[in-house]
């Protein structure tokens, strides 16, 4: 973490800046993407940011270390444990752990809903003992939890320029956009980890199911009826994009960049999976380098247009300081557990 950033944040005590650190790193670690579209937002909001993708990092590396040697019972007790230490954590601000730490200030800074981090730990115990989901509706789900709280608790950070319930929909289609990107670039490694997160319901009809993906993965051979299951797959997260867009316009102005410069780097994932030719049972399609390059100066340049027009907007001489935004609900309705 630069000290730029947590003293524009007014970030103060040495614990604390050890701990935004600490979540910066995991962030630049972990999230190649997104650490790249967070380096569009202004200074002082990256550290917030950088402590909601640590947690997030972090819950996912318990679930990771859990080994499955482990019996099923003692794994999901371990992460109940890990669940109520961070509630309790997040309720009287007295956490060791940094992450933790960092996403207590967080949340006490941007006054976050708590209920977004326990559906997330919720979402990762499901991890230990789900490997499949029979449709979408319950795909979306567990989605809830792990993809569409992510985008609610970032809306506090970025601000709105409407009101924060009519932008939440679409922050929570965005998460499940960006997630549903993963799920279709990462099938073959997915595989390897016992795990099938595209829908059965959507594989079969294609004639797919998880024993031809696993002989496909393990042969090295192509199949075209699962060429066309993840050429679906694609075209459903093109529609969840096309939902989450009309709320990139909700944004803070100066926010907006770097959301926009995130939304066109994951929607070129699924472009570098389709250029690819669907081939993501057996690799890891990538974005090239140019093209981050280009879509980053694109950020910056959107960025640098966003702080001229703020700046003019403070000069102007009937210019008044804007009425804070009402407290609103952000939190969408989970679905009903299955």
Do not use: K
């Not at 207590?104 to 326990?118: C, L, P, S, V």
């Not at 093209?291 to 008044?320: E, K, N, Q, S, Y």
């Amino acid at each position: 973490m630069t000290a730029r950033e947590l003293d524009a944040a007014r970030i103060t005590d040495p614990a604390l800046r050890t701990a935004y650190t600490t979540c910066r790193t995991l962030n630049a670690t972990h999230g190649r993407t997104y650490f790249l579209a967070t380096r569009l937002l202004p200074p002082d909001r990256r550290p917030a940011v950088h402590a909601l993708y640590g947690f997030a990092r972090w819950a996912d590396d318990i679930v990771d270390d859990l080994g499955e040697d482990t019996p099923p019972a003692a794994r999901a007790a371990t992460l109940d444990r890990w669940r109520a230490q961070l509630l309790a954590g997040l309720r009287d601000r007295t956490a060791t752990e940094p992450v933790v730490r960092a996403l207590a200030d967080t949340a006490e800074r941007y006054a976050i809903d708590h209920q977004h981090f326990a559906d997330f730990m919720t979402a990762m115990r499901a991890d230990l003992a789900v490997t499949d989901y029979a449709t979408y509706e319950d795909l979306c789900g567990y989605m809830h939890g792990s993809a569409a709280v992510i985008g609610l608790q970032m809306l506090p950070v970025l601000g709105t320029v409407v009101p924060r319930a009519e932008a939440a929909p679409h922050a929570a289609a965005l998460g499940r956009a960006f997630q549903l990107t993963n799920f279709l670039r990462d099938v073959g490694e997915d595989l390897d980890r016992g795990r099938v997160y595209l829908p059965a319901d959507l594989l079969a009809a294609h004639g797919v199911d998880r024993p031809l993906l696993e002989w496909s993965r393990a042969s090295g051979t192509r199949d075209a009826r699962i060429t066309a299951a993840l050429r679906a797959a694609a075209a459903l997260t093109r529609g969840v994009y096309r939902e989450a867009a009309p709320g990139l316009a909700m944004l803070d102005p100066v926010a907006r960049p770097c959301i926009r410069t995130a939304f066109v780097l994951y929607g070129g994932i699924l472009d570098a999976v389709a250029a690819d030719g669907y081939a993501a049972v057996h690799r890891r399609a990538a974005v090239p380098p140019l093209r981050r390059a280009l879509v980053a100066a694109d950020g910056l340049a959107r960025l640098a247009a966003a702080r001229r027009r703020a700046r003019a907007a403070t000069r102007r001489p009937d210019a008044r300081p804007a009425a804070p935004e009402r407290s609103t609900p952000c939190r969408e309705t989970a679905p009903a557990s299955r």
